[in-house]
């Protein structure tokens, strides 16, 4: 019988069809799905088969007096009690008993409902611990010692309410092809969960664009986990995106890898083609002559709901189009309206979520008669 939680609570390890097989099934279905467009091969990046996760998110289930992990069942039938959990990375797996024991011992269980870790590959781990009360000097002093006792970074949060302790990030190294790239990863904001996958999914997606130079557009640029490295290739990179913080945190990891040639700017999506069309101004564009930009290439790694009807014409305009998805399903229906003007040149998996049905992909497009 196949067990759905695998990878999940980490307790059945004899999962029949085992890694391997998962990733293959998972293949086969994108290769069968995107069959009619694309017929070419398609690169399989694999994870880890276990310890994968650098972020992840629990409930607190409250019995007896005491506290556990658990999750949503994945039939949404109430949650699951969590004993062990086999994909979450070594540092954070090191924690996740001891915390429940510390939490107990000094008396801060009361009202938690979620905790929520953020680690680096070095070790790092911001424990956000979320609260359905206010939270008061009292209980600062107990999550002060609550860091001492386990060396993380803890964040308090409930309702309008964010109380940092010592910081709210850590910092993460990724290897691209060779080369070391630090990043600023802040709780509670977009990163990519699977730091093997992810590096996988750079280099790629750098060697997709390796030789067509000018300047970029990238929508969606979060904390230019790809902006970076995509920033060696081109003259200039102009780098888009909705969240604040993350905006914020790609200021700062361009700077901590030494990059200056990229511009990044707080706009979503549609405002940016707004304001390039001169349909809107924008005080956040003020002193930036997008005009002036040689924008040929674009790249776009959108949230689930994928980019749409007009966010495609918007993108058919360029010569090259680099687009990440983490949803087969919208990238399907925005391939279709982009086939229409683009041939599809590479396609990639990254397998980011093991033991689910979801896969990453990667796929590089380039205008009809563009050579
Ligand atoms: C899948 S994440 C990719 C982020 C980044 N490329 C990375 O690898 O970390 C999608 C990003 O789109 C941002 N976002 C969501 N809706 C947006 C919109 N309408 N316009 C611009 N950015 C948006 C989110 O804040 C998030 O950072």
Same mark, same amino acid.
């Given at each position: 019988m196949k067990c759905e939680y695998f990878g999940i609570c980490g307790s059945c390890r004899d999962y029949e069809e085992g890694y391997e097989g998962q990733l293959e099934r998972k293949v086969s279905a994108v290769q069968e799905l995107f069959f009619p467009l694309y017929s070419g091969n398609i690169t399989v990046c694999p994870s880890p088969a276990e310890r994968y996760r650098s972020r992840a998110e629990f409930k607190i289930y409250h019995d007896? *007096? *005491?506290?556990?992990?658990?999750?949503?069942? #994945?039939?949404r039938q109430g949650a699951l009690k969590i004993e062990r959990c086999g994909i979450v990375s070594p540092s954070i797996a090191s924690v996740m008993e001891k915390l429940l024991i510390e939490i107990s011992d000094l008396g801060i269980s009361h009202k938690l409902f979620g905790?929520?870790? #953020?680690?680096?590959g070095e070790g790092e781990i911001t424990l956000s611990m979320l609260y359905h009360k206010a939270l008061d000097d009292e209980w600062k002093s107990k999550a002060h010692e609550l860091e001492?006792?386990?060396?993380v970074y803890v964040i308090g949060r409930s309702r309008k309410q964010k109380v940092v302790l010592s910081q709210d990030y850590v910092t993460e190294t990724l290897n691209i092809g060779g080369r070391m790239y630090r990043y600023i990863h802040i709780e509670n904001s977009f990163t990519q969960p699977n730091p093997r996958v992810n590096e996988q999914m750079i280099t790629w997606s750098l060697g997709q664009i390796d030789k067509i130079g000018g300047d970029l557009l990238e929508l969606y640029c979060g904390a230019g986990n790809f902006t970076i490295p995509f920033a060696t290739k081109f003259d200039r990179v102009l780098?888009?995106?909705i969240s604040k913080a993350s905006i914020h945190a790609a200021k700062q990891n361009m700077a901590l890898n030494g990059v200056g040639n990229i511009e990044f700017v707080r706009l979503s999506a549609e405002e940016f083609t707004q304001a390039l069309d001169g349909v809107r101004e924008f005080r956040r564009l003020e002193g930036l002559n997008v005009a002036d930009y040689h924008l040929k290439t674009l790249f776009v790694d959108p949230p689930r709901a994928g980019l749409g009807e007009e966010p495609c014409a918007f993108a058919s305009r360029f010569d090259?189009? #680099?687009y990440i998805s983490c949803n087969p399903e919208t990238l399907l229906r925005d391939l279709e309206i982009l086939s229409r003007t683009h041939t599809i040149e590479a396609m990639a998996a990254f397998d980011q979520f093991p033991y689910t049905h979801h896969l990453e992909m990667g796929v590089k497009l380039t205008k009809k008669g563009c050579v």
């Open positions: 007896d *007096g *005491g506290i556990s992990y658990a999750m949503n069942r #994945l039939d905790v929520d870790f #953020l680690a680096s001492k006792r386990l060396g780098a888009t995106e090259h189009i #680099l």
